[in-house]
């Protein structure tokens, strides 16, 4: 469970995450100085603008091809559907406490 102490709610898991997953962003080509990057001795270009990193741009890249996925597998829904409604789905409830217990580690 997570709990925002900004909000003072306990069901802001989502917010939560994001904000989290915000602040922990860093711009990679911010922390290498590039060649054309101004020194303490330069004056700044009148063009400077933000430039991308190779690795930054394959992150964003990645991330446009995930939004565009579906969020829920509508195929792998409608097999377990039908396997439980032919009897044949089988529950493995060690898996589950398994799991269960991972999330409260």
Same mark, same amino acid.
């Given at each position: 469970?997570?709990?925002?102490?900004?909000?003072?709610?306990?069901?802001?898991?989502?917010? +939560?995450?994001?904000?989290?997953?915000? +602040?922990?962003?860093? /711009?990679?080509?911010?922390?290498? =100085?590039?060649?054309?990057? =101004?020194?303490?001795?330069? =004056?700044?270009?009148?063009? +400077?603008?933000?430039? *991308?990193?190779?690795?930054?741009?394959?992150?964003?890249?990645?991330?446009?091809?995930?939004?565009? *996925?579906?969020?829920?597998? +509508?195929?792998?829904?409608?097999?377990?559907?039908?396997?439980?409604?032919?009897?044949?789905?089988?529950?493995?409830?060690?898996?589950?406490? /398994?799991?269960?217990?991972?999330?409260?580690?």
């Amino acid at each position: 469970m997570v709990i925002d102490f900004n909000t003072g709610g306990t069901n802001n898991a989502a917010r +939560s995450s994001q904000t989290g997953a915000a +602040s922990g962003k860093r /711009d990679v080509a911010a922390e290498r =100085p590039s060649d054309d990057a =101004p020194t303490a001795g330069k =004056p700044a270009a009148a063009d +400077s603008g933000v430039k *991308l990193s190779n690795q930054a741009q394959q992150l964003q890249a990645i991330e446009e091809r995930l939004r565009e *996925l579906p969020e829920v597998d +509508s195929a792998r829904v409608e097999q377990i559907k039908q396997a439980i409604a032919d009897g044949s789905y089988q529950i493995d409830s060690t898996r589950i406490a /398994d799991k269960l217990i991972a999330l409260e580690q």
